[in-house]
Every structure is written in C-alpha cells, then in structure tokens.
C-alpha cells in the first residue's frame, strides 16, 4: 500500500485533476458514460476493471488521444480537452513501453526534452538524473532491443518522468512482467514516483497491483464509475454486488429484509438469518445481498459457543451447517468450500495458526460456520 | 488495451491540422484520378468518337449553327458483329482461367511444403522463388522461344538422344504459350498462398488429428477452406492481367492462339483505328471489373485484417 | 503417408518447381557463351557476343535510357506510394476511400495493354488542347509511376500496419508536433520497407515494355522495347548476353543483400540474448 497519506477528495483547495462528466461514445456503444472524478496533487489514484469496461478510453482521454464527446478535464484549473497531446504537461507510460527501437536508451529519455528546446547542458543534466533514478546509467548507449524487460519498463518510466510532467498516467504498468518481478517492481514503482513527488493515475486490471500501489481507487465496469474509496474501503465496505465480486473473493447470500431497524436489520435467506449490527437504506420485504469476506467466517467442527458471539443478540444469527466438500491447502492457510444444508457454497479461509491443527478438519467432515454480525456488508445493488 | 480504446480516426487525424490531411491524401487522389481514372473516362469517350486521318474528331461540334453530338456506337457494333472479336474475347478468357488452374495446381502443393519447410531454410528457398522474378519478365519468355523453337534446345536434345526422328511442333501453339504464360506467372500464385499458409495455426491441424480425422481429410477440410483468401488472391493475380496479356502471346502465341491484348494492339497500332481499340478496351475492363472487385475486396480485407 | 515419404515428395516437388523456373535462365546464359551464330546449336565456348554488345549501340542507348527512367520511377512511386499507404493506414474514413484504394490497388492486376493505352490517349488529348507534352522519357515516367505507385503503397502499408501504434502515440506524448513525429520516428522505422519498394519498382520500370512501348516517342526507345522487337524477328544472341549480364548483377545483388541481412539478424539475436542473461 502506498504510505503517503491518502488525501481523499474532501478539502477547500480545487483538486488537482477534475474529470467532469466525461462521456465517449463509439457509435453506438458508450465506452465512458459520465465519469466524474476528482484527484488530489501527489496521488496515486487507480482506474480498476476488467477489459473493456472503459479505463483504457479514460485514460487515452486525460492522454489527449482521444477526444472526449462531452464533458470537462481540468488540470490545475485549465481545461485540457482542446489541447493536443504535445500541448499537454502529461506523458505517458505505455503497456507495451513504446520504446523507440532505432533510438539508444539516452536518446530515449531524451526525447521529451529535445522537442521542448530545452538547452543542451540542461539535457544533459536532467537525462543522468533520471537514469539514475532507475538505476540504468550503464546502458545509457544500450538500445531497446538489446534489454530485459524489466530494464526497458524502467527506461520507459525514466523517460515519462523526464520532462517534470504536472500528471503521470500508467497505462497497465506491470502487465508485460512476469509475476515474480511483479512483485518486487510494483513497491519500487511506487517509490520512485513518490520520491519525485508526482500525480499519477494508473488503469489496471489486476487487482493486487491498485490495492498494492493506488492511495486511492476507481472501480469502472461498463463505462460508469462503481465506487471510490481507498483499498481497504473497497475491500471491506463495497457498496455494490459488481465490487464485492470482483475485488478479492466474496461469499454471497440473497435474501430478503425481516426486520429493519434503525441500528440492526435482520435478514433471510436459503441458508440462514443473517444478523447486521447497523442499519441500511431500505425496507422491510426488500431484495438484497449479504456479503461476507472468507477470512471473516470462522470453521469448526465443534457447535458454536453462544459465548464467542459479538453480542447477545446474535445468538442463533449469522451461521450455518454444512459439509466440506473441498478444500486447498496453501501452507499458511486452508480454504475450504463448504457445501451448508441450505444448498449454498461457502469459501472458508482459516489461518492454520497451529502446526497440528488439533481438529484437523477434511473432505466430508460435517461443521459449522459462524460469522460476526460487524463483518456483514449488506448490498442494495 | 481493448479494441474499443482506439476510435477509427488516430491522434493524426485530429490533430494533423486539415492541410496536413489534405496533402496527404490529396497529393495521390488527385495524381491517381488524373493518371488513372480520367484516361478511362477518355476511353470510353475515344471509344465512340469518329476516326479522322490521325487523330479523332470531337464528339461535340458545331456546323451551320447547329450543335451535332457524334457518338459512334457503331464501334461496339462492329465487335458485336464481327466473329473475330467475340472469338478472341472468348480465347483470352480460355486461357487465362487455364492458365490460373495450372498455376493453382503447381503452386498450392509448393507453398504448402514451402510453408512446412524448417523456419531457417524458407527464407533463402523464398529467396530462390523471388529471384527469376527480379530478372526481366522479357527475357525469361524469350527463352522458352530459344527452348520450344523448331530448331530449339529441347528438339536438338531429342534428336540428338534418338528421342525423335524429327522436330516436335511446339513453338506458336497454346501449348507454347500456356507454358510461357504459367511460367512468368507461377510466382504470383506462389506468394499470396504462401503468406497464408505460412501463418496458419498447425495446432488446428493437430486438433483434427486428434479428433480423428485423416491427414487427407485434414487437408481438404480444414487447410484448404482456411487457405480461401490465398488462393482468391493468387487467382486473381494471375487470371486478371492474363485476360489482357499481349507480350507472351506475341512471342510464343500463334495463329490458333488468339488473344484480345494483341487484338488491341493490332487495331492501335497497326489498323491506325483508335477508336475501335478504345472500344475493345472497354469491353476488356468490363470483362474484367467483376474480378477486379473482388480482388480490390480482399485487399480492403487483409489491410483490415491485419489492423486488428 | 510416412513422414520420410512425406519428405521425399516436399524435395521432389520443391525441386521440380525450382526447375522448372531456373531452367531456361540457365540455358539462356549458356547459350550466350555459344561460338555459334546458330543460337540453339552448341559450337564451342566464346565470348563474341560479349564483344558484340559493346558495340550494340541501340541496345546501349536503350540501356542508359531505361536506367534514367528507372531510377526516376523508383523515387516518385516511392513518395507517392508512402503518401498513398499513410493516407489508407491513418485515415479510416474519409470521402472516396474506396474509390482510393480501388484505384491504388487495380494497376496491381490491370492487363498493361489497358493502362498504356488509356494513359496514352488521354496524354494524346491533353496535347491537343494545350501543346504538350511531347511523348518521351515524361510519358513513360508517368505510366511506370502509376504502375509502380501500386508496388510501393503494397509494401509500404504492409510496413505500417506491422509498426506498433504506440510509438508515433508515445511521440506525441512527448511533444513531438506530427511533422516531427513522421521524420523523427515513423521514417527511420519504415527506411527498409521505402528501400525495398524502390529497388521494386526500379527493377519493374527497367523490364516493362507494354506500357513503354504505348507511351514513348521518337528517340525515346528503351532497352525493352529494342529486346522485344528483336525477340519478335527471331531468335538473336544480344539478348542472350544481356540476359547473363542482368542474372549476373541480380543474382550478386540479392545475395550481397541476404548475406548482410542474416548478419545483422544473428547480431541482433546475440544482443538480446546478452541483455536476458543479466539478472535484473
């Protein structure tokens, strides 16, 4: 996770990036439908969803490559949209690095510059910083092709960040990497750009990269923006089906409202009564969904102690029977699948806190399942 | 980045300026209307103009204060009307399609080894395909006249070895020159089928192997329904200036071989008939505007094709 | 059909069709070495008709003319080809496209009888109503060029649709204005592909005589044109001997070019491995 601190969209100074109600329409289809966002100075704000759900478009947008067919991009105040993508103080990184091949690493990085007149010594000065930002100034002379991966993406980013650009956009940064340089690459991205201080959006995919490096976090599907909020509101409190489902994995009950009550709502569904210490938005007979994250549940075979309960309250609420009618087991942890009486699977993640687990539970094994009333995140949509 | 991401019209199309769009196209458009298109329209115009002693008279004149509009149709009679025309129409067609077919059938087998061949060898065994190509078109029939002739190579060679007793007639036949004709355009056929054998998914073969199929079946339903293009686009690359061929036919063709560009060229060249040779051209292009679009609709295809 | 049966046929097929196409180049220049006038009777080894090119005036004339004239043709397709394939690369839709690409493309296959007359009777009208342009070395440029401006929008497209979109993109993003982006990235990119369009058309103008022969005037007779209305008498040894010559200068040329070529591509393939084997 990114450690600056996240400042979120609140605040009486006018926000670095606006996007106001951006819309693009190919043909028929719209690729972005009313996107609003506002992005804080010195964040790093992540535009998450699958393929084809609009962020690429989005971010060719703040690139200048595309035109927008109605709304308004502010940056620092100025209305960029008009403004071709030679004209704008952003650069780009892209997915596929975009180096030039017939250029070396050098004249890469320096080709920002050149067209910007800046004065030779200045170029040279800037180039050498940069390179050694990424730590490539042995292969100043080298060219694109005679790199590892690794080291063209690191060029690339030296050569986005050469010319002090006021926004940073990053389109799939570690795709083209492989999953262990993933890794390591992501905190080491983040570092650098926060040493230089810039604002950034990024489009991913995956999400481990936005929940490793975004202070904050954009869900788009079909266009729209689902929800914004930093990786662990996203994570705990979704405020759709869409979200839940796709950050992280998610159990899903349906079921309709019992009783609705200012500070508890109870719900009903196949599988149980599901107990929430707070109050929704909603009405008693409404359809809703009942989230709740696997490391949330606990699994024994033992009945559950009314004692452990959160409260009193709760008693008879939020658990389930079943058998186990899979599980994996990674070492430091087991995910079981647990088939309940009310016909549901549910995915289990238990923490295998003890070498020998003493109720080592398998394949058939008949337990319980049992969760807190504070874990439940109700979905209205 | 998804295909969505992308508009139709890139960065350069909105922000080039207009004149830069402008020239770019416009410079082409403009020389390939003039160069290419307007001496059509000239043509067709020539094609029902009045032949006068060197050049043609106009379609539009005036006399006695009366604006008189020649047109000749009488032209595109006469080759109605003469079996000597319709004939060589006919002819040209002929051989043309046969010489497609005999191309397809040497050149499909070829291209389809060349493409299975060892990925380091294809690129010098294509290179060997492309050289005779380099060399003049000219040349090369001219010496099938030195190989076929009466007195040519291949008869001393067979007399020579008691093969034959006397010469085999083989110069100024359609044999001669279906050979001269397949041999300069087996090349044409040879590349299109190549580029798309060679990027044909084997696993799709593998696929029906494993499924049961025979390599014969294989062959037939999978290799060639998926080569289609290929061999469209080699056909018409061979059967569309065949149609209108004129070199060839004069150096290896004989009297039985009666081919429309020579008609062409006699009317033009040797009757002095301008007109009659424009209308024979334009019965030529309307002979062969249906091949044309077909071929002009692959091209659009594979540009669009290989964009995506 | 076993695998070494399957082999056996590919070689035996492979090389029947390599025969076929190099037999009668190869018999065209032995036989330029033939002593005898009697072109297809062998009379012993001699170099006569070498010695009797260098005094082939017509044939020499016709030469220096076809060179000229190629040369020119190669440059002009080439710049009007480059506009034509970024005009279809770029430019998805604009008004006549199909019109455009119908006309790039159809001289591609259009029987040259078609193309040389239609261009020589508009050229023909056209110097009616304004007194020129003479037919010469001009009219001949100009019908090889329509020609050759097919050839090189081919190849030259082919290159750009290969290129990656990103970098005249990443370009832009960089503050390149289109100008520069076109000189500075996209030109360096495609110098192969505009070489290789040249050397085709060049080669192309050299042998053409259909079109040559419909739009050249007196004292403009290219060397085709002279080949042709020799070949068309009979058979006549100085064809045989520039036969030799251009395989010769042909065949030398491709190889020197595919040698360099692998060279550079076995160097290239050593640096990438290089670049791999250091750990990040």
Request: proline letters at 5%.
């Amino acid at each position: 996770m990114a450690h600056k601190d996240s400042k979120g969209s609140g605040g009486d100074v006018a926000p670095f990036l606006q996007i106001k109600r951006i819309v693009k329409k190919f043909d028929d289809v719209f690729a972005v439908d009313e996107v609003s966002l506002d992005i804080a100075q010195g964040e790093i704000f992540a535009l998450l969803g699958s393929s084809g759900c609009g962020k690429s478009t989005l971010l060719r947008m703040l690139a200048g490559f595309e035109a927008p067919t109605s709304g308004q991009i502010l940056l620092a105040g100025q209305d960029i949209v008009g403004l071709a993508p030679y004209e704008r103080p952003i650069n780009m990184m892209f997915q596929s690095y975009a180096l030039f091949p017939h250029l070396t690493v050098w004249d890469n990085v320096a080709f920002g510059l050149h067209r910007e007149g800046m004065p030779k010594n200045q170029i040279e000065e800037r180039v050498t910083q940069m390179l050694d930002l990424v730590q490539l100034k042995p292969y100043s002379k080298r060219k694109p092709h005679q790199l590892s991966g690794g080291q063209q993406q690191r060029v690339a980013l030296a050569r986005s960040l050469a010319k002090r650009p006021k926004l940073l956009l990053l389109d799939e940064p570690l795709g083209a990497l492989d999953a262990k340089l993933r890794q390591r690459t992501q905190l080491e991205l983040v570092d650098i750009i926060e040493q230089v201080g810039v604002t950034c959006v990024m489009v991913t995919h995956d999400q481990e990269e936005a929940m490793t490096m975004a202070t904050r976090i954009g869900v788009m599907s079909e266009g729209k923006i689902l929800q914004i909020g930093q990786p662990a509101e996203i994570y705990e409190t979704p405020n759709c089906l869409f979200v839940a489902d796709f950050i992280g994995t998610v159990n899903i009950f349906k079921g309709q409202v019992e009783v609705d009550e200012p500070d508890h709502v109870v719900i009903a569904s196949a599988d149980c009564k599901h107990y929430v210490s707070h109050g929704i938005t909603g009405t008693r007979g409404m359809g809703v969904h009942v989230a709740v994250r696997p490391e949330k549940m606990s699994i024994q075979t033992e009945t559950v102690q009314d004692a452990d309960r959160e409260s009193p309250a709760e008693v008879g609420f939020n658990q389930a029977q079943g058998v186990i009618e899979d599980l994996a087991y990674l070492g430091s942890l087991t995910t079981y699948h647990v088939r309940l009486d009310g016909g549901s699977v549910v995915k289990v993640t238990h923490t295998n806190a003890a070498r020998h687990g003493s109720s080592a539970m398998t394949w058939g094994d008949r337990v319980y399942v049992w969760w807190c009333g504070s874990d439940v995140v109700v979905l209205t949509r | 980045m998804t295909a969505l991401a992308r508009s139709n019209n890139t960065i350069y199309a909105r922000f080039m300026g207009p004149w830069g769009r402008y020239v770019v196209i416009g410079v082409p458009m403009v020389f390939l209307l003039l160069v290419f298109l307007l001496p059509f329209l000239v043509v067709f115009k020539i094609s029902v103009s009045e032949m006068e002693t060197v050049y043609f008279k106009d379609l539009l004149s005036v006399k006695d204060d009366l604006v008189v509009l020649a047109f000749k149709y009488g032209n595109y009679i006469s080759l109605t009307h003469d079996a000597l025309y319709f004939k060589a129409y006919l002819s040209s067609i002929k051989i043309a399609a046969i010489t497609t077919a005999i191309c397809l059938a040497i050149a499909y087998p070829f291209a389809y080894f060349l493409a299975r061949s060892p990925a380091e060898r294809r690129p010098a065994l294509l290179m060997l395909v492309m050289l005779p190509f380099w060399t003049s078109f000219l040349l090369r029939v001219y010496a099938w006249k030195m190989l076929l002739a009466d007195a040519g190579v291949f008869n001393n060679v067979a007399i020579a070895l008691g093969l034959a007793s006397e010469p085999l007639k083989m110069m100024n036949t359609p044999f001669s020159l279906v050979v001269g004709m397949v041999y300069t355009y087996v090349p044409f056929m040879i590349l299109p089928l190549y580029a798309n054998l060679v990027k044909m998914d084997l696993r799709l073969l593998e696929a029906a192997l494993d499924l049961g199929a025979t390599p014969w079946q294989a062959f037939w339903r999978i290799t060639v329904p998926l080569s289609k293009s290929g061999i469209i686009a080699g056909s018409m690359l061979v059967f569309i200036p065949c149609v209108g061929e004129f070199v060839i036919p004069e150096l290896l063709g004989g009297p039985e071989t009666l081919m429309i560009g020579h008609v062409l060229w006699d009317e033009f060249f040797g009757n002095n008939d301008w007109p009659m040779a424009a209308s024979v051209a334009v019965v030529m292009v309307g002979l062969i505007i249906i091949p044309l679009a077909l071929f002009n609709k692959y091209q659009a295809e594979s540009t669009s094709a290989a964009k995506s | 059909m076993t695998p070494t049966a399957g082999r056996l046929t590919s070689g035996a097929w492979m090389g029947a069709v390599y025969v076929f196409l190099y037999l009668p180049i190869l018999t065209l220049m032995l036989f330029s070495f033939n002593a005898s006038p009697m072109v297809t009777n062998w009379g012993g080894f001699s170099l006569r008709w070498y010695e009797a090119l260098v005094h082939d005036r017509e044939l020499i004339d016709g030469f220096k003319l076809s060179l000229e004239i190629a040369f020119s043709t190669g440059c002009s397709s080439v710049v009007l080809g480059t506009l034509a394939a970024l005009s279809l690369h770029r430019f998805k839709r604009f008004t006549g496209r199909t019109l455009f690409a119908g006309m790039v493309n159809s001289p591609l296959v259009m029987p040259e009888v078609i193309i040389g007359l239609s261009l020589l009777l508009m050229l023909v009208s056209v110097q009616r109503l304004f007194g020129f342009p003479e037919r010469g070395f001009a009219t001949i440029w100009l019908g090889h060029t329509l020609l050759g401006m097919a050839y090189a929008t081919v190849v030259v497209l082919s290159r750009l649709q290969e290129m990656s979109p990103s970098l005249e993109e990443a370009a832009q993003d960089l503050g390149a204005l289109p100008l520069q982006v076109f000189f500075l990235i996209t030109l360096p990119l495609i110098s192969q592909a505009l070489a290789s369009a040249w050397l085709l058309t060049f080669t192309l103008s050299l042998d053409d005589v259909v079109i040559s022969a419909f739009l050249n005037g007196p004292g403009s007779t290219t060397m085709p044109i002279t080949i042709f209305s020799r070949a068309r008498l009979g058979l006549s040894p100085s064809v045989n001997t520039v036969a030799t010559l251009t395989v010769a200068v042909v065949g030398i040329g491709v190889l020197a070019a595919s040698v360099w070529m692998s060279r550079a591509e076995k160097k290239r393939a050593q640096e990438m491995a290089a670049a791999y084997r250091k750990v990040d």
